[in-house]
């Protein structure tokens, strides 16, 4: 009985996502950089290993490594799709995936009860569903970090390697939070130390080449990171919460089973997050932490045998639980005005059904009136057209359709000191698109035209 309502619940809210189509991306400020670099791969026809796209004229070194890309540019090159499109059905897949894959994880680690109760403990994640619903690597590969932790419990050298390799030719961080699960479960698992001496050293050596292409563009590369621990509890679900802490007592009395040790070590390898990209962690950790949440559910309910409850209160919470919210303010200045203290039931299923998570919005400007700049650009520009955007999405998706390069990028962890100065003194043409409130601080700038809130200027001419 689990597992059928386990595999419903992944087909009913893989149907739900499909009816949503148009509301897809879910989150959608990443979107424009994947997809306009899997569009660079495939208008090169190979990988691309400058950035001509970013950053105009000058552009800069390709350094976000190509996995995502590659797929983008051969779903591309196989259904003519255009890109948004194909955006589009990477948001569909990956939470249905993410679903699948703690499913399966936990039904083969363990048993079919907890898997379940893990699936519902998932459904209650808003985040992590609206990331799953973007286009970027971490939801992709996030997505199979279950099916990864199976097939290294299980010791499947072939498999563990592809998919880490696969992992670390996606993303320059989250690969090492995997890597960490599996360094501290092989440390206190002696069996498995020399399988994950393998498995690490082999995918290792397949991600090799790139780790070269990083180190001679090093030069290129700053760090940046939000570190904020205390926003990890600016939200949190009831129901879930206790659920999760029934689970770290019963993993604890279990400890010595190996199967709980995976799960504790993984737990536990999110927590570095919080103190490098303390948002990243809200964002990721649901992965591993429904988990934790369907062994606690289990747990409690084994004490209350009556029959029914488990599940009418599993899907009860999975569909329907509440969700307190702290305003950001109380935490940290920084985030003031993103939220209000309340106590909402907030839930990837209700937020689907009301449609109440997408608005008009797009990057923060209105989609009209994005559509109506996209018009007048293609209308008013050549094709090899320099344009003069601060707004790092909006100039990705700028040049995704239309084909006009912008002079600004997304990830500033990859620039040169001297790439602005070097942008500057390149500049082919004046034309500039601005926020109003930036253009307000502005001087001597002709109103070329107007779509809302994006004003399209041009320097003013001085009269001799």
């Known amino acids: 009985m689990h597992d059928k309502l386990s ?142 932790l199976y097939f290294f419990y299980k010791r499947n050298f072939l498999v563990s390697v592809i998919l880490l390799t696969i992992f670390l030719y996606s993303h320059l961080g989250i690969p090492y939070v995997f890597i960490l699960s599996v360094l501290i479960f092989s440390i206190v698992e002696k069996k498995y130390r020399n399988f994950f001496l393998k498995v690490v ?66 737990f536990i390898s999110f927590f570095p997050i919080i103190f490098m990209y303390s948002m990243r962690y809200k964002i990721h950790s649901p992965i591993i932490n429904s988990i934790v949440f369907g062994i606690g559910a289990v747990y409690i309910f084994s004490k209350i045998r009556v029959k029914y409850v488990f599940v009418i209160t599993l899907l009860l919470t999975a569909l329907f639980s509440p969700t307190i919210y702290l305003p950001y303010e109380k935490i940290n200045i920084q985030y003031s005005n993103l939220a209000h203290e309340k106590i909402a039931i907030e839930t990837p299923f209700l937020l689907m059904v009301t449609k109440s998570y997408k608005d008009s919005h797009l990057f923060g400007f209105e989609k009209e009136d994005i559509d109506e700049l996209i018009e007048w650009i293609k209308e008013n520009t050549p094709k090899d057209e320099i344009l003069h955007v601060i707004h790092g999405p909006l100039g990705c998706y700028i040049t995704l359709m239309t084909g006009r390069c912008t002079d600004v990028g997304m990830y500033a962890e990859a620039r040169s000191e001297n790439t602005f100065r070097e942008i500057i003194k390149n500049r082919k043409s004046g034309i500039f698109i601005f926020e109003k409130r930036i253009f307000e601080t502005m001087q001597d700038m002709e109103i070329l035209s107007v779509f809302g809130n994006i004003i399209v200027a041009t320097p003013r001419v001085s009269e001799k």
């Open 7 to 148: 595999i419903g619940l992944i087909i009913c809210f893989t149907v739900i996502m499909a009816a949503n189509w148009e509301g897809l991306p879910i989150a959608e400020t990443d979107a424009p950089y994947h997809l306009l670099m899997g569009k660079m791969y495939s208008d090169y026809g190979r990988f691309v290993l400058w950035d001509y796209y970013e950053f105009a004229p000058v552009g800069r070194p390709q350094l976000y490594p190509p996995f995502l890309h590659t797929l983008i540019w051969w779903v591309h090159d196989l259904t003519k799709l255009d890109f948004w499109s194909i955006g589009k059905i990477f948001s569909l897949i990956q939470y249905p995936l993410s679903l699948f894959s703690v499913w399966f994880f936990a039904k083969k680690i363990f048993d079919s009860k907890i898997a379940f109760a893990s699936v519902c403990g998932l459904l209650t994640y808003a985040i992590f569903w609206r990331w799953e619903g973007s286009v970027a690597p971490t939801a992709f590969i996030v997505a199979f970090y279950p099916i990864f």
């Open 201 to 266: 050293g082999v995918s290792f050596l397949l991600f090799s080449p790139w780790i070269v292409h990083l180190f001679l563009n090093r030069s290129w590369i700053a760090t940046n990171s939000t570190i904020f621990p205390l926003i990890i509890f600016s939200n949190f679900n009831i129901v879930g919460s206790i659920f999760i802490l029934a689970g770290i007592y019963h993993i604890f009395k279990n400890i010595s089973d190996k199967r709980y040790k995976l799960v504790l070590v993984s």
